[in-house]
């Protein structure tokens, strides 16, 4: 062999050898057989990264509504970190909504006790004509009560629904028709304004916001808190006639919002998705909802792809989930680059434990994720064998175009004492749990980016 061909021979293998590190995948599983997962695990539950970025967040943010300064900056924020540690193609997808935002808020008894309540409006609420409304209650101690009022029968009346909800996310998904569409049944009967029992579980005197269908936002309406819907009650139970002034200020206008996505390479075309949202409420700090599945996502995403994997384990940070918004529009974004999409999780239930894992349809069966159970049960993390059930706002428009859904369930014990609350401060999250639920979704990233695993994918109806 001439000097000539064997130099452009070499050339051309260790060029073929470049390309090949390129594209050619890591065998499939080497980097999530027991042991490695067992030392992940281990190394999630002492990492610092997920409390440093919620403690940054919190701190250098606070609340960030979507459609207000402080959500842009918390955009900005969320770039610069993801860059900052490492993420690639890290960029920012825009859309439009019409944003909401407070004003001056207040209530009180005006007769036959005249005493101040404490309320919050609900977040798309109608404002109140200038210098509030003034009318007589009526009071439905059941949201079922209140669908039973005849049309007419509250007629220049405030519509008052006490109805405590029930522990945890079955009692907020029960009840939260009571909050959602609530005003346009009060507004049905003749009502000029509506005030409901906060969706929470604790006692406190803060008041809980929330999103109320915006189809519904025909009257004014507002959250009392717990021990005022009790107050309330008590003094209604007298038989008297109960007089309620109600001042609510607020106002809306036309704004853009943007989903901030990162992504950790993988050798293929293939992705796992992970979600959390960025944006709050505009009362607390969004700490437990949902800074900490920000924290929770970020921190995952980078320990379980600290070795290159086969797939792609991109971070989406939704701009717009407390209004609805961000996930649908993300699914729009991406609706023709959805097939590669093996799953997507969301973690949006604060920063208590993680207690369940749930995969798609056929994931727990199938023999390659055998060992999955045993990869979680030290965190106490039982693996459930139903499979996972719609996601959150920000995944189910993926589940709807067939992407299949991880879930993990967390501990609830506290959560919806704080959320949408002033309260929901930094303080009220355990360092120990937050990392619990990094390790958790650790493992899970790691294994669904490292297997060729794929799962069924729902059919889905071609767009009318
Ligand atoms: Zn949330």
Redesign the pocket.
């Known amino acids: 062999m001439r000097p000539g061909i064997l130099i452009f021979t070499l050339l051309v293998s260790a060029w073929a050898e470049l390309l090949s590190a390129k594209v050619v995948a890591p065998p499939a599983g080497a980097q999530s057989t027991p042991a490695v997962l067992s030392e992940l695990r281990e190394k999630a539950l002492h990492d610092p990264l997920a409390m440093q970025v919620l403690e940054g967040l919190t701190s250098e943010i606070g609340a960030r509504q979507v459609g207000s300064e402080n959500f842009v900056r918390a955009r900005d924020w969320a770039v610069k970190k993801l860059q900052s540690l490492g993420f690639q193609n890290v960029h920012t997808e825009p859309f439009t909504l019409t944003a909401w935002t407070r004003g001056e808020e207040r209530a009180r008894i005006v007769a036959p006790y005249p005493q101040k309540l404490a309320i919050i409006g609900l977040g798309g609420t109608l404002p109140t004509p200038a210098g509030g409304v003034d009318a007589e209650i009526v009071l439905f101690k059941k949201y079922a009560s209140l669908l039973e009022a005849p049309p007419g029968s509250l007629t220049g009346k405030i519509a008052v629904v006490t109805e405590p909800m029930a522990p945890g996310m079955a009692g907020y998904a029960a009840l939260g028709k009571a909050r959602r569409l609530g005003p346009a049944e009060a507004a049905k009967r003749g009502a000029i304004a509506y005030l409901v029992r906060s969706l929470g579980n604790g006692s406190t005197r803060l008041a809980h916001t929330g999103f109320m269908s915006q189809d519904a936002a025909t009257v004014p309406a507002a959250a009392l808190s717990a021990p005022d819907a009790e107050l309330l009650e008590r003094i209604a139970d007298r038989g008297t006639p109960v007089r309620i002034h109600l001042e609510l200020a607020s106002s809306t206008h036309p704004a853009q919002s943007w989903n901030t996505v990162g992504e950790i390479p993988g050798a293929t075309d293939e992705t796992v998705l992970m979600g959390a ?1 960025l944006d709050s409420w505009d009362v607390g700090t969004g700490a437990n ?2 800074g900490a ?1 920000v924290a929770i996502a970020v921190a995952a995403a980078k320990l379980a792809t600290e070795t290159r994997l086969r797939r792609t384990v991109r971070v989406v940070l939704y701009g717009g ?2 209004i609805g918004v961000a996930g649908p529009a993300y699914a729009q974004y991406n609706s023709k680059n959805l097939k590669k999409m093996i799953i997507a999780g969301e973690s ?1 239930s604060g920063s208590e434990p993680a207690i369940e894992v749930r995969l798609p349809a056929g994931g727990a069966q199938n023999p390659a994720l055998a060992d999955l159970s045993s990869a979680l049960s030290p965190l106490a993390v039982r693996s459930n064998s139903e499979p996972s059930r719609e996601g ?1 706002p920000d995944i189910e428009p993926l589940n709807d175009l067939g992407v299949p859904g991880l879930e993990v369930v967390q501990r609830l014990d506290s959560y919806f004492h704080w959320h949408h609350t002033e309260d929901d401060t930094l303080d009220k999250v355990v360092p120990a749990e937050l990392s619990q639920n990094v390790a958790t979704w650790a493992v899970l990233l790691r294994v669904m980016a490292d297997r060729n695993v794929v799962f069924e994918r729902k059919a889905v109806e071609p767009a009318k």
């Open positions: 949202h909802d949902d599945g989930e407390e949006d959150g």
